[in-house]
């Protein structure tokens, strides 16, 4: 047992982490699922300690021997008493967590606020492909493996999936919310704090399912808009000459077939749209961490950075992989 | 705890690792290989793709991801020829399927040289192939991406395979 506790405190841990944590708490629903859990903890604590107190009672006074017990037992109607209580208090608590479980899965399942930001979430394997939709087609907005939310607005996130069953699930700010192909699924979300938080596919989802991962970035109004106007600005043509060779080979090879840049002939829809690639926190679904390197590592062979993942080997020649990694990294 | 038990269960637990003797290997990255020469039959390639069936499944996705339905339907044909009958322009073996996506044919089949990576290629030349039915029954993959009113193409039993020589495929018209 003294060997196991270590071990049991660092599952406990788990949970602490800020980032993606569900005791975070963070959005409305998550506030919401936390209290109700406090309620279950409560109360089934209290009739688990009631229980192990009669337990203890009972070994305590024992059962007397049989000469020692009287003709007539006079207790008979105390018993009774009691009995009744225990199943009136049963029902009670029984009836109190039907109904704040009731209650809270009404509040999450409840009808979509008038003024949400609407956001169509569509799951592959594996990453996010993310579009924050509006009445006007020009306005709407396609990224990857991000979401970018105002602080105290209701988001209304509709979900596919392309391939198999997927869960979108961000612990800090609501449950989890299945992603079934041929169906389409929603989530109600309202962040209440402002930070960075971590989503994960929440499940199985094949080789990969470890690393689909979405950044979700909760922020004030101001920045949000400013992060939106951005996002609807069309690339930026390359400037220095290496960039304009990284240009050329993706407008022409590969890339193209199945990436997006918007403002240049690229427009495969298959795969993450890169026309803002640079200015996320992560590539590969939160593989890895935004940085030149990493960019490197991963156009040069992407099977080593994340086995399985649907980017082909490519094979591009030094020259050739100085200058995609050189004008992606101009699409801020 | 007696021999008996321990005997049966190293037998029990051999035989779970059994299975794992005779799994497929998924060639995730494809080997850097060099480019094949057009119109050549006998690319020892062919063979490694066309009855393995991740390579199989890859080519479902890439022949709706790279937009083959739009011309071709999902075998059955449109605006261009159907994939799933015995007829082939240019030729229906492994190697010349490739060639066809990658240079191209007269009237409409676009070039993917250069958009798809040579497994990429073989990947779909492998799909194509399942459309008529000709590698391996128990190779197709058991999903479908259309709509579709017939049973799964995947069978419930194993059947004999049925291979068309490759002697009847350079007997046919290219």
Same mark, same amino acid.
């Given at each position: 047992? /003294?060997?196991l506790?270590?071990?049991?405190?660092?599952?406990?841990?788990?949970?602490?982490?800020?980032?993606?944590?569900?005791?975070?708490?963070?959005?409305l629903?998550?506030?919401?699922?936390?209290?109700?859990?406090?309620?279950?903890?409560?109360v089934?604590?209290f009739?688990?300690?009631?229980?192990?107190a009669?337990?203890?009672?009972?070994?305590?006074r024992?059962? *007397?021997?049989?000469e020692?017990?009287p003709?007539?037992?006079? *207790?008979e109607?105390?018993?009774?008493?009691i009995l009744?209580?225990?199943?009136?208090?049963v029902?009670?608590?029984?009836?109190?967590?039907?109904?704040?479980?009731?209650?809270?899965?009404?509040?999450? *399942?409840?009808a979509r606020p008038?003024n949400?930001?609407?956001?169509?979430v569509?799951?592959?394997?594996?990453?996010?492909?993310?579009?924050?939709?509006?009445?006007?087609p020009?306005?709407t907005?396609?990224?990857?493996?991000?979401?970018?939310?105002?602080?105290g607005?209701?988001v209304?996130?509709?979900?596919?999936?392309?391939d198999?069953?997927?869960?979108?699930?961000?612990?800090n700010?609501?449950?989890?919310?299945?992603l079934?192909p $041929?169906?389409?699924?929603?989530?109600t979300?309202?962040?209440?704090?402002?930070?960075?938080?971590r989503?994960?596919?929440?499940e199985?989802?094949?080789?990969?399912?470890a690393? !689909?991962?979405l950044?979700?970035t909760?922020?004030?109004?101001?920045?949000f808009?400013?992060?939106?106007r951005s996002?609807?600005?069309?690339?930026p043509?390359?400037a220095?000459?290496?960039?304009?060779?990284g240009y050329?080979?993706?407008?022409?090879?590969?890339c193209?077939?199945?990436?997006?840049?918007?403002?240049?002939p690229?427009?495969g829809?298959?795969?993450?749209?890169?026309?803002?690639?640079?200015?996320?926190r992560?590539?590969?679904?939160?593989t890895?961490?935004?940085?030149?390197?990493?960019?490197?590592?991963?156009?040069?062979?992407p099977?080593?950075?994340?086995?399985?993942?649907?980017?082909?080997?490519?094979?591009?020649?030094?020259?050739e992989?100085?200058?995609?990694v050189?004008y992606?990294e101009?699409?801020? | 705890?007696?021999?008996?038990?321990?005997?049966?269960?190293?037998?029990l637990?051999?035989?779970?690792?059994?299975?794992?003797?005779? /799994?497929?290997?998924?060639?995730?990255?494809?080997?850097?290989?060099p480019e094949?020469?057009p119109g050549?039959?006998g690319?020892?390639r062919?063979?490694?793709?066309?009855g393995?069936?991740f390579?199989i499944?890859?080519?479902?996705?890439y022949?709706?991801w790279?937009?083959?339905?739009?011309?071709?339907a999902? $075998?059955?044909?449109? !605006?261009?020829?159907?994939?799933?009958?015995a007829?082939?322009?240019?030729?229906?073996? !492994?190697e010349?399927?490739?060639d066809?996506i990658?240079?191209?044919?007269?009237?409409?089949?676009?070039s993917?040289d250069?958009?798809?990576?040579?497994?990429?290629?073989?990947q779909?030349?492998a799909?194509?192939?399942?459309?008529?039915?000709?590698?391996?029954?128990?190779a197709?993959?058991?999903?479908?991406?259309?709509m579709s009113?017939?049973?799964?193409?995947?069978l419930d039993? /194993?059947?004999?395979?049925?291979?068309?020589s490759?002697a009847?495929?350079?007997?046919r018209?290219?």
């Amino acid at each position: 047992m /003294r060997r196991l506790l270590p071990g049991l405190a660092a599952v406990a841990l788990v949970a602490c982490e800020g980032r993606q944590s569900v005791t975070g708490g963070d959005g409305l629903h998550s506030g919401q699922f936390n209290s109700l859990f406090l309620i279950f903890l409560l109360v089934t604590a209290f009739f688990y300690l009631l229980v192990i107190a009669f337990l203890v009672a009972a070994v305590v006074r024992r059962r *007397g021997r049989a000469e020692d017990r009287p003709e007539k037992s006079g *207790g008979e109607g105390g018993f009774r008493l009691i009995l009744i209580g225990w199943v009136a208090l049963v029902a009670l608590g029984l009836t109190g967590l039907t109904a704040a479980s009731y209650f809270s899965d009404a509040a999450a *399942g409840g009808a979509r606020p008038a003024n949400a930001i609407r956001i169509a979430v569509t799951a592959n394997q594996w990453w996010w492909d993310v579009r924050y939709l509006d009445p006007v087609p020009a306005n709407t907005i396609r990224t990857a493996n991000e979401l970018h939310l105002p602080v105290g607005v209701p988001v209304h996130i509709q979900l596919k999936s392309n391939d198999v069953i997927h869960s979108f699930w961000v612990p800090n700010l609501a449950g989890k919310q299945d992603l079934i192909p $041929g169906r389409i699924t929603d989530i109600t979300l309202i962040p209440r704090k402002e930070g960075l938080y971590r989503g994960q596919c929440a499940e199985f989802c094949g080789l990969q399912h470890a690393h !689909m991962a979405l950044d979700v970035t909760v922020e004030p109004m101001e920045t949000f808009e400013a992060w939106r106007r951005s996002q609807l600005r069309p690339a930026p043509p390359p400037a220095t000459p290496l960039a304009v060779t990284g240009y050329n080979y993706i407008m022409t090879q590969e890339c193209s077939a199945c990436h997006n840049i918007s403002g240049t002939p690229a427009s495969g829809q298959v795969a993450p749209d890169l026309t803002h690639i640079a200015s996320r926190r992560s590539i590969g679904a939160g593989t890895f961490p935004m940085s030149r390197g990493h960019l490197y590592a991963w156009i040069a062979d992407p099977q080593s950075a994340k086995p399985g993942n649907h980017m082909p080997y490519v094979g591009l020649e030094p020259h050739e992989l100085h200058g995609v990694v050189a004008y992606l990294e101009t699409l801020k | 705890m007696s021999s008996h038990f321990r005997a049966v269960s190293a037998a029990l637990i051999a035989m779970v690792a059994l299975p794992s003797c005779d /799994r497929e290997t998924r060639e995730n990255r494809g080997k850097p290989l060099p480019e094949s020469v057009p119109g050549i039959v006998g690319d020892p390639r062919a063979a490694e793709y066309e009855g393995n069936a991740f390579h199989i499944a890859q080519g479902q996705r890439y022949y709706v991801w790279m937009n083959c339905n739009g011309c071709h339907a999902h $075998g059955g044909g449109g !605006m261009g020829p159907p994939l799933m009958d015995a007829e082939w322009r240019y030729g229906g073996s !492994m190697e010349q399927i490739v060639d066809t996506i990658r240079e191209g044919r007269p009237n409409g089949m676009p070039s993917f040289d250069q958009k798809l990576s040579e497994q990429q290629m073989w990947q779909l030349a492998a799909f194509v192939r399942t459309l008529s039915a000709q590698p391996r029954q128990d190779a197709l993959p058991g999903r479908a991406d259309e709509m579709s009113n017939i049973e799964p193409r995947t069978l419930d039993e /194993r059947r004999p395979v049925e291979r068309t020589s490759p002697a009847a495929d350079q007997a046919r018209p290219r």
